[in-house]
């Protein structure tokens, strides 16, 4: 549903538990997984792939949320909608064209979203918006967690949500209880979360004082 929700960021959780993981986040209220797919390539950093998404689709039934940090998500995007993602998350400075590329992963039967960095000009978004149901809308440069806030990102959020009201609004990268209200108030529905959940002992408090600072 479309009701404002955090979502946590699986990248720097406890990889040698990752059910443990996934049952402590679902028991603090999470409804919806980000994972964050790197191939050392397009960002300078490397994650997991399907394995990682497969091994995670059997322990919950969450919506999982993949955020393809890579240079050819056409290549990988059936397998990963094979491995179990619900929604592919692609970036526009990975591919030509944009539109054909959302097009192309929606035939797979997922939802599919289109990811802009900071440094992009919301320009490279013309013509995509409509083939798409999630923009991803990146408050750091995509690579790395724990970097700060680039408030860029509320000026884009406002623009999108002004110019299309239905549209799927994500932010990731710096969220935290002090920039999440404002990412709210700026029309954002999903709000990616590294590490102002996984820094902390527990995840429930955390989520909850972030689901406050949406709601304030
Ligand atoms: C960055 C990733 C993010 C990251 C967010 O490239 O896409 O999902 O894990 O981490 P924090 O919340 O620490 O910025
Ligand atoms: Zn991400």
Redesign the pocket.
């Known amino acids: 549903d479309a009701a404002p929700a955090v979502l946590p ?1 699986l ?1 720097m959780c406890d990889f040698g538990d990752l059910k443990t993981e996934v049952q402590r986040l679902e028991a603090a209220g999470t409804r919806v997984l ?3 797919v790197m191939d050392g390539h397009f960002v300078p950093n490397l994650t997991y792939g399907m394995p990682i998404i497969e091994g995670l689709r059997k322990h919950t039934d969450m919506p999982l949320d993949v ?1 393809l ?1 890579i240079s050819d998500p056409l290549k990988y995007a059936k397998p990963m909608v094979d491995a179990g993602a619900d929604l592919l998350t692609f970036h526009v400075e990975a591919v030509e064209d944009a539109q054909s590329v959302a097009q192309q992963i929606r035939d797979l039967g997922v939802a599919v979203g289109v990811a802009l960095n900071p440094g992009t000009p919301m320009e490279k978004l013309d013509g995509c918006l409509d083939a798409v149901d999630m923009a ?1 809308v990146m408050s750091v440069e ?1 690579g790395f967690g724990g970097q700060s806030f680039n408030p860029i990102a509320l000026e884009r959020l406002r623009t999108l949500r002004a110019s299309h009201p239905d549209l799927l609004l994500e932010i ?2 710096g969220i935290n209880e002090q920039t999440i209200g404002q990412a709210a108030a700026a029309g954002c529905d999903l709000f ?1 979360v ?1 590490s102002a959940i996984f820094g902390k002992q527990d995840y429930a408090a955390a989520i909850g004082s972030l689901d406050q600072a949406i709601s304030a």
Request: no cysteine; proline share 0%.
């Open positions: 960021s990248l980000h994972l964050d955020h940090m991803l995509a990731d990268g990616v590294g």
